[in-house]
């Protein structure tokens, strides 16, 4: 079987802190794809794709679609207020959506690595406090995310969509994340679940914390691109062949 995958999502689809080599690139290779259609950019999240996306996958005329999302839209920030702030007078390392996320990886020069290690950790104690006195926030609520994922899912028309499940993440470093994380995932579950044209990954059992976790442990290393790569392609071929 050969066919074409687009892929659509953010960093953990991208492949961050593996040179590229995500699950999804990776599944795309286990599906036998003759070309793939990388459009997943780092901290993406699902109502920011655009026409111009949805144009460049229609040109494509994939046979399935892979579609990370629902992590970037639920990691909790600091305050939308002390965000602002950050952001204007911050230094550029501790700005934008990532800002105050933990590094997933590091230097192999010592010198460098105990610096990027220092500053992860200032990172996740600030974070820590601004969160545990505001609450924080998260990009985009149980409500919005489902309007958004419904919304691109018809927008992409009837090609086959797979959609992968989200993992854990560690709560030292993500305080108050998963409790979002779970809430997306059934989401994702559920309107899988409404489609004939859209099928679920779980991915939370069969990743190791945090033996398939990069430093931070919410991306995934070698081992976990592995893993979910198995997942996700078995999916795409299970709904390839009732296409067929």
Known sequence: MTVRVAIVGSSHSAGLGVHGRSFAVRAAELLGAVQTLQLSRSAQVVDQVGADTIERIAEFRPGVVLLSFGAAEGHVHPSRVLQAVLD???PAGWRGPDGVEPRPYFSRRP?????QRLVSTAKVLVKRVLIGVTGGFHRLGAADFEAGLRDLLNRLGPVPKVLVGLW?????MFPRSNTVLRRHDDILRAVAAERDDAVYVATAGS????ED???DHAHLNEAGHERVAALVAA???ARLRTRT
């Open 207 to 210: 990743v190791r914390c945090w």
């Open 235 to 237: 999916a795409g071929q």
């Open 213 to 215: 976790f990069l430093d």
């Open 168 to 172: 854990p993440v560690d709560e030292r």
């Open 88 to 90: 204007r007078f911050a």
């Open 111 to 115: 010198a460098r690595r105990l610096h």
